[in-house]
C-alpha cells in the first residue's frame, strides 16, 4: 500500500557531499516518524539520523555536525544532506517510516529499498 522510494546515492570523494531522499506514496494519511539507517558490508544496520512528526531531529554520534535530516511532509519526503563524507560512510542507506494509513489508526513500518553510497579517499 506504501512505498519507500529512495534517491540521491552515489560516489564521491572524501569531504564530498550528497543529498538523499526518500519519498513515501501510496494511501497515506500521516507519516509519524522517519529515520535514516545505513549497513555496511558485513555489518549490521544501525541507525543514522531520525526525525519525528515535529521536526525533532536525532543523530548518531558519529555523523552530527557533518548531516542534517529534514523532511517536507508536503511532499511526504525525507532528506539526508550529508557533508564532509568520510569513507567510513561508504554503506548501503535505507529510510524508515512509520505510516498511518488512509482509513486506519494503526501505524505500520516500511523500509526503502536502500541506495548505495561509497566514499573514496
Known amino acids: 500500500q506504501v512505498q519507500l522510494v529512495e534517491s540521491g546515492g552515489g560516489l564521491v570523494q572524501a569531504g564530498g557531499s550528497l543529498r538523499l531522499s526518500c519519498a513515501a506514496s501510496g494511501s497515506i494519511s500521516k507519516i509519524n516518524g522517519m529515520t535514516w539507517y545505513r549497513q555496511a558490508p558485513g555489518k549490521g544496520r544501525v541507525l543514522v539520523a531520525s526525525i519525528t512528526a515535529g521536526g525533532i531531529p536525532n543523530y548518531v554520534d558519529s555523523v552530527k555536525g557533518r548531516f542534517t535530516i529534514s523532511r517536507d511532509n508536503t511532499k511526504n519526503t525525507v532528506y539526508l544532506q550529508m557533508n564532509s563524507l568520510k569513507p567510513e560512510d561508504t554503506a548501503v542507506y535505507y529510510c524508515?517510516?512509520?505510516?498511518?494509513?488512509?482509513?486506519?489508526?494503526?501505524?505500520?513500518?516500511?523500509w526503502g529499498q536502500g541506495t548505495q553510497v561509497t566514499v573514496s579517499s
Open positions: 524508515y517510516a512509520e505510516v498511518i494509513i488512509l482509513g486506519s489508526p494503526y501505524t505500520r513500518a516500511y
